[in-house]
């Protein structure tokens, strides 16, 4: 596709209930970035994958939280027991393999959880 | 203290009007720095990136002051589609931009 493509784009969920993000990448790129927006604040980091490999989880804020990219394509990221303060906006970015300084992240339309 | 602040505004000027805003960080090591654009329930995009000597794009302009630790954006002849949250974006490691540190954004309002 042409740009980075999520699913849902609204989910709304009982507390306590396991929900699945998902994110289609940019074809051929390598590196992907969850992160976490809520209302009135900046993105912050969740987590970074190069390929298939997780080289970086330590904005998860929990062990609810887990991701996966197993094929180095899709990702999920997977929240258990879901609570009402994870209620927030989840982004995903991906990258081409970087060229010099060149490092523009490409963000998808986000994934607006709302827990009740 | 954040890594990153911005003032989160609003700024409200009229068309027409020039608007700075400033950005500080706090990681001296950072070696890259951004200014991304959220428009309301929208994701971020890359407005420009910003340069050590600094840079110019039509009417915006990014500086950076190393010594001081902080990043510009200086808006010239703003529009209503001007209108949006600009977000400061700086590296969390030198030579790694793995992980971007976000500000929380600085809202901009053009009115007619």
């Known amino acids: 596709g042409a740009g980075v493509s999520q699913s849902p784009r609204y989910k709304v969920a009982k507390r306590g209930q396991d929900v699945a993000l998902r994110c289609d990448p940019i074809?051929?790129?390598?590196?992907l970035f969850w992160y976490q927006q809520a209302l009135g604040q900046g993105p912050e980091f969740l987590t970074y994958?190069?390929?298939?490999?997780?080289?970086?989880k330590s904005g998860l804020p929990s062990d609810r939280f887990f991701a996966e990219r197993p094929e180095g394509s899709v990702s999920t990221l997977k929240i258990q027991r879901t609570q009402q303060e994870d209620s927030a906006v989840y982004l995903c970015?991906?990258?081409?393999?970087?060229?010099?300084?060149?490092?523009?992240?490409?963000f998808g339309p986000g994934t607006r959880l709302t827990v009740l | 203290r954040k890594e990153v602040e911005q003032d989160p505004g609003p700024f409200n000027v009229p068309e027409g009007a020039t608007v700075a805003f400033n950005c500080t960080y706090s990681?001296?090591?950072?070696?890259?720095f951004f200014w991304y654009r959220q428009d309301c329930r929208k994701e971020p995009k890359l407005l420009m990136s910003?340069?050590?000597?600094?840079n110019e794009d039509g009417r915006f302009t990014a500086q950076l002051n190393r010594a001081s630790q902080y990043i510009s954006l200086l808006i010239r002849d703003s529009k209503l589609s001007d209108s949006a949250t600009y977000l400061c974006?700086?590296?969390?490691?030198?030579?790694?931009?793995?992980?971007?540190?976000w500000g929380l954004g600085t809202s901009l309002a053009v009115n007619p």
């Open positions: 970015a991906s990258r081409r393999p970087e060229q010099g300084s060149y490092n523009e992240q490409f």
């Open positions: 994958f190069q390929n298939e490999a997780q080289l970086d």
């Open positions: 074809s051929g790129h390598v590196s």
């Open positions: 910003v340069y050590s000597s600094g």
């Open positions: 990681n001296s090591a950072s070696q890259s």
């Open positions: 974006v700086v590296n969390g490691y030198a030579g790694n931009n793995r992980k971007l540190i």
